[in-house]
Every structure is written in structure tokens, then in C-alpha cells.
């Protein structure tokens, strides 16, 4: 622990406060979840309503800050990070790194400082303004993905809606909440505040008791 907090972000440092027996737990809603499947939305409601039967305090509330933007502007900052670290790269034979690896690279050669660095307090702001709306949560319910997984092992799927978590900061912990017409799971995210990681895990291990997860 003392490891961790040596080396841990400075904006990690809200306290880790113990959950009580009844959560503070926010159903979040975005613009984003207009792309979402249908059977998704399904499952994730029907978990926020079996762990609101559970004792908990379920509220819908809208996201104070837009997720598709922070995924745009964390996109961008990944691909300038990956392109002062990894330009040595393109030095090698086209067949020795991913096309859409070279691409990231690319892209990311293209950006500016200016732009890197306005990003970067563009999403710390964002950050801070998200979790001063939500300070009293103790989790935070969000679809894994818009749709369900892809077959076969050319993508891991759609990152849209998982990656804003980690621009924002938190501990995140995907639970299985069931299975599409097609037997493919379904997940669901359950986020928590910078800092609070074991707060967090004490809290999705008392929610996953409460929905139906159709392994």
C-alpha cells in the first residue's frame, strides 16, 4: 500500500471511506448509450433494479460531462504519448508492427505539444467536474459496450464506453450481467471514485450478489 500510494496520481488522493450496508449507487446517463444495443440497455437496467430490490439507493443521473468528448480527447493523447515513445518504430520493416499501430503513430506525429497539453487539462478539468458531481456515489453502473462482443479474435470490441473511465480516473470493475439472443455475454461497468479502489471492490463484490449474471 505504501507502494502504491508513493507512486500513485496526486488526483487519487480522495479517501478510501468504508461502504455502509446501503450504497449510494448512480445509474449513469449519457448521449453516448444512443449507439448502445437494446438487449444491453435491457440487462443493465434490469441489474440496477435487483440491486435497488437489494437495499441500495439506484438513481438515474445525467453525466455532468460528455463522455464521446473525453474519449476523443483521451484518444488524441494516447496517440501523441505513443508516438514520442514508439517512433523508432516506423524504422522497421512494414511487416514487423500492426497497421493500426503504424496509423496510431502516424496520427499521433501529426499533433502538437499545444494540443497535447490543452488535453491534457481539458480532461483533469473534466475529471474534477465529473467526481465533484458525483461525490457522494459510492459506485457508478455503465454499459461495458455499446454492442456485444465480436466473433472471432481480430478486435477485443468497441473501447467508446469504457475508456472515459480511464481518463476519469477510477477503479473499474466489469461484471457479467447476462447473454444476448446470440449466447454472448453481456457486461456491465461498475466505477468508482480516484483513490477508492478498495471501497470499490467491497462494493461490487455486494452487488454482484444481487443481479442475475446468466453464467
Not at 439507493?57 to 501523441?80: C, G, H, K, N, W
Not at 469504457?162 to 454472448?184: E, S, Y
Request: glycine share 8%.
Amino acid at each position: 500500500m505504501a507502494l502504491y500510494e508513493a507512486v500513485a496520481p496526486a488526483f487519487t488522493a480522495s479517501f478510501d471511506r468504508p461502504s455502509g450496508p446501503r450504497c449510494n449507487i448512480v445509474r449513469l446517463e449519457d448521449r453516448t448509450l444512443e449507439t448502445c444495443d437494446a438487449q444491453i440497455l435491457k440487462k443493465v437496467d434490469a441489474a440496477a433494479a435487483a440491486i435497488a430490490d437489494g437495499g441500495h439507493a439506484v438513481r438515474p443521473a445525467a453525466s455532468p460531462e460528455d463522455l464521446a468528448t473525453i474519449f476523443e480527447t483521451l484518444l488524441r493523447v494516447m496517440q501523441y504519448e505513443a508516438s514520442r515513445i514508439y517512433r523508432g518504430l516506423l524504422d522497421l520493416p512494414e511487416d514487423s508492427v500492426g497497421p493500426k499501430f503504424r496509423e496510431m503513430i502516424d496520427i499521433g506525429l501529426a499533433l502538437s505539444e499545444t494540443t497535447y497539453r490543452d488535453d491534457r487539462m481539458c480532461l483533469a478539468a473534466a475529471r474534477a467536474g465529473f467526481w465533484a458531481t458525483f461525490a457522494d456515489a459510492d459506485a457508478i453502473l455503465f454499459p461495458a459496450t455499446p454492442q456485444t462482443a465480436p466473433a472471432g479474435l481480430a478486435s477485443t470490441g468497441d473501447p467508446r464506453y469504457i475508456a472515459p473511465w480511464t481518463a476519469l480516473g477510477g477503479p473499474v470493475v466489469t461484471q457479467p450481467i447476462g447473454r444476448d439472443a446470440n449466447g454472448l455475454p453481456i457486461g456491465m461497468l461498475v466505477c468508482g471514485r480516484p483513490g477508492a479502489d478498495r471501497a470499490l471492490a467491497r462494493v461490487a463484490c455486494a452487488l454482484d450478489t444481487l443481479h442475475e449474471a446468466d453464467h
